[in-house]
């Protein structure tokens, strides 16, 4: 069995049960450090220690990651890469991290042969113990979900 990608659940910090968007009010997933260190393209200091993060995936808001007591968030110009939920229409955004899927690659492929084995080639390389999408994933857990709601939705009587 892989690790934590995919297969496992990742173990998240306990948060406040009401640690809603400052930006947009609604209740964001919880993520773990680890996956806002290495995404973040600013100086760490600029994380607390201390503090946890919540990820806020509605498209409509700016705000990416916010901290639990609201008083810090960061928005997509300080990340390393655009976030699939914020950008899902746009066809060069990456739908998977590890694997580097984007949704113009999902359609070509959907395109060419009338079907996308993209799900089928992920699941190969969790299974081969490649992914990290707890860290290399915006949302810190896996990706599959995303795709297979790509896949869906470009596939024609998807």
Known sequence: ???????????????????????????????????????????????????????C????????????????VFDEAALRELVYQKHSQDDNTLVCYCFQHTVNDIRAEIKRTGKSTAVERITAGIRAGQCACDIRNPQGECCLGNVREVVRRLTPNG
């Open 1 to 55: 069995m892989a690790g934590p990608c995919c297969f496992e659940t990742t173990n998240t910090p306990s948060l406040p049960a009401r640690a809603a968007c400052p930006t947009n009010q609604q209740v964001g997933k919880a993520v773990d450090s680890l996956t806002l260190k290495a995404l973040l393209a600013i100086p760490l200091t600029a994380v607390s220690s201390i503090q946890d993060y919540r990820f």
């Open 57 to 72: 995936a509605a498209p409509d808001c700016p705000t990416v990651y916010y901290r639990v007591d609201g008083q810090q």
